[in-house]
């Protein structure tokens, strides 16, 4: 065998280990492509019920919403009749109870006073507006002024 016909026989060595790997990867490739195609196809059966499911969630949860926001315009309403009607009950009664608890105050106290011992019937009073009488203070608190 001369040379040429050795390196014929060598390229077609490798030319058919070639096609051989490269059909070997295509087969390979096949493989991969119907799981793939498989997969993908199990994932659109779950997905399209899934996003069903979802959408009617997404519906209830604007139903809810919508509920939910009237009875919060209910509840603003009551406050703002209940805040109405806590002034006007505070403005109708609030100046007379006041009025009321002031006269019994008056009259406790002016029953008090009146209870009171009456000073001896010879006992002279000397009141002198402004001023301190010496003998005046027995036993009571010093002024802060006063330099005793």
Known sequence: MSGGEVAGILVA???????????????????????????????SEQAVPLLADASATVRSAHTQLARVDAIAADVQEVTANASALSSTV??????????????????????GKKGAEAPAAGAKRTVV????LPGARRGGRRNRRSKD
């Open 129 to 132: 507006v402004g001023r301190t």
């Open 13 to 43: 060595v490798f030319w058919a280990i070639l096609v051989s790997f490269l059909a070997l990867v295509l087969v390979r490739l096949a493989q991969t492509l119907k799981a793939t195609t498989k997969m993908v196809a199990e994932v």
């Open 90 to 111: 505070s403005s109708a009664f609030g100046g007379p109870l006041v009025k009321v608890a002031a006269f019994g105050y008056g009259v406790r106290r002016a029953i």
